[in-house]
């Protein structure tokens, strides 16, 4: 019986019973885990779903305050949302650029670009040294094909198939009775530079984050800016930038001319800005002068000052409930429309008995009308300050920045007129009012300029722009070259040359047919020469 069971189960397995069970697949290890996630890093598909989260991380940081960018901003954040502001933190959205998940993103796409293009770059060298390939077994099977007859001997077709694909900047290698030729190896060529430039203007943006600053500063003309940190009114550096690396220059603002048009439709329309200003490179440097323009900026060490806007900063003179002045010397005021009506403050927290406070507006030609007080040109036509006034304790000192352009009215009382109404009130230049109860008075002494200015450096620029010209480049020499093979094959048969053309497009095909019509058109003129 243990001999006929023995032979009965093979049969039972063959023919349709419990298949023999597989071995397992061998474990893949830790070389090959690491073989199969460095290919899956510079797979195509995820270089470009690193590109589509960094442009996605990119959001919050136009969306949520920065502290690099504004930092009051995010402590009025914190101040309004405790609970939100607190989960922001964690995840870096007060600071994407320098978080660590954009930083990772960013660094996974540079290895993954690098990943792709070595391999890629390897495999085009090969190609560019190896012969064309040989012409395939049946030609006529190819999508365009071309066979005639022709008196002209072997040779001579073969000769003059030569010169036309030359002619044709085709790469031309013989073989036996046949020619093999192809051409566009420049469209390979066009996206390994696409590729290339990609890691270019990423090196140029990396390299300008970590080494580049940026900084903003508003300068009342008459005053000067000397580039240090504490001189900016915001400034955004790079990880790896320290103060040492700002370069000692020094510059004054001495006037600055605005022109409008002042007729016609475009009335009121800027017609130019131009601050003169005098700089130093270095405090032992000579003075130098400089018309600063609209997008025409000046150049220092490699640092870039531009003329980013303008505006007015009246003058004023306050003097608390004691007589002492609290206060004087230009405060700036910020445009508010195309007119330049002005909104701004001035702060007297040094007054005594209690701390006064104005805020309203400056109106460069000033004009009352259904609206109230309004300016309705841009220039200084007719100049007023339109201010209301508030009192309060004098302020403690906590430590936290505050705006020079909001007045904090938390622990500030308006005055009144005395009729029951807020007090409000209007000054031409060098007019004065006296606050109610004796505590204190203003003048409005007159009024200067003021211009802001911005203040970069960023050291991967240039090569940044040289990576998006050449991706321009690499790309249009990947839609627009055709890489193509052709070839020609001749026999004899019965004392005549069979002569075979044929050709295949390695893309879309793009007159395939039309070029093989040309070159049998050029080999048929043998047969009528012969």
């Known amino acids: 019986m243990s ?19 597989r071995p397992d697949p061998p474990a893949m290890g830790l070389v090959g885990w690491l073989r199969w996630a460095w290919r899956q890093l510079t797979s195509m598909k995820t270089a470009l ?36 502001a607190s989960w922001y933190d964690k995840f870096g959205l007060f600071d994407v650029y320098k978080s660590v998940w954009f930083s990772a993103i960013y660094l996974l796409l540079f290895i993954s670009l690098i990943g792709c293009v070595v391999p890629r770059l390897q495999v085009y060298l090969k ?23 022709t008196d002209a001997t072997e040779a001579e077709v073969l ?15 013989a073989y036996d009775g046949a020619l093999g030729a192809e051409r566009g190896y420049l469209r390979e060529a066009g996206n390994l530079l696409f590729h290339f430039s990609l890691i270019l203007a990423l090196v140029g943006i990396a390299w300008g984050s970590l080494f580049g600053y940026r900084g903003t500063v508003l300068v009342v003309v008459g005053n000067g800016f000397s580039n240090a940190v504490a001189q900016y009114d915001d400034f955004t550096p790079g990880r790896a930038f320290t103060p040492d690396d700002l370069p000692p220059f020094t510059l004054t603002v001495n006037s600055f001319k605005a022109t409008f048009e002042t007729q016609g439709p475009q009335r009121g329309a800027a017609r130019s800005f131009d601050a003169g200003i005098t700089y130093q490179v270095s405090p032992d440097s000579p003075e130098q002068s400089y ?13 870039k000052v531009h003329l980013l806007g303008h505006g007015y900063a009246p003058k004023v003179t306050v003097r608390d409930g004691k007589g002492d002045i609290a206060f004087s010397g230009p405060s700036p005021f910020l445009p508010q429309d ?16 209690e701390q006064l406070g104005f805020e309203g507006f400056f109106l460069p030609t000033a004009v009352i009308d259904q609206r109230g007080p309004v300016s309705v040109f841009p220039d200084a036509v007719n100049p007023a300050l339109v201010l209301t006034a ?21 622990k500030l009382t308006q005055f009144d007129d005395g009729k029951g109404d807020k007090l409000r009130f209007q000054l031409a230049p060098g007019q004065s009012i006296d606050l109610p109860d004796g505590r204190g008075s203003l003048t409005f002494d007159s009024y200067d300029q003021w211009v802001k200015l911005q203040i970069s450096h960023t050291p991967g620029l240039n090569l940044a722009l040289a990576g998006i010209l050449l991706a321009i480049l690499g790309l249009m020499a990947s839609l627009f070259v055709h890489p193509r093979r052709t070839w020609v094959r001749v026999r004899t048969e019965d004392g005549r040359t069979v002569v075979e053309v044929a050709g295949l497009d390695r893309g879309p095909e793009r007159g395939l047919g ?14 009528e020469q012969a």
Do not use: C, W
């Open 3 to 21: 001999d006929v069971k023995e032979q009965v189960e093979p049969e039972a397995t063959m023919s349709g019973g419990k298949p023999p069970e």
């Open 49 to 84: 779903i690193l590109l589509f989260l960094l442009a996605l991380g990119a959001v919050p940081g136009s969306l949520i305050p920065q502290i690099p960018v504004d930092p009051i901003k995010v402590s009025d954040f914190y101040d309004a949302n405790p609970e939100l």
């Open 127 to 149: 190609a560019l040294r190896s012969r064309p390939p040989k012409p395939p077994r049946n030609l006529i099977r190819l999508p365009g094909h071309q066979q005639f007859e």
């Open 159 to 173: 000769a003059a198939a030569r010169q036309e694909l030359r002619k044709r900047r085709f790469r031309v290698e």
């Open 291 to 303: 018309d600063l323009q609209v997008n025409h900026p000046l150049s220092v060490d490699g640092t």
């Open 338 to 353: 195309a007119n330049f009506s002005s909104f701004g403050v001035v702060k007297a927290p040094d007054a005594r008995p």
């Open 390 to 410: 508030y009192y309060g304790r004098p302020a403690d000192e906590t430590g936290k920045p505050q705006s020079v352009y909001q007045l904090d009215k938390t």
């Open 514 to 527: 039309d070029e093989i019509d040309a070159i049998s058109t050029i080999l048929k003129k043998k047969r």
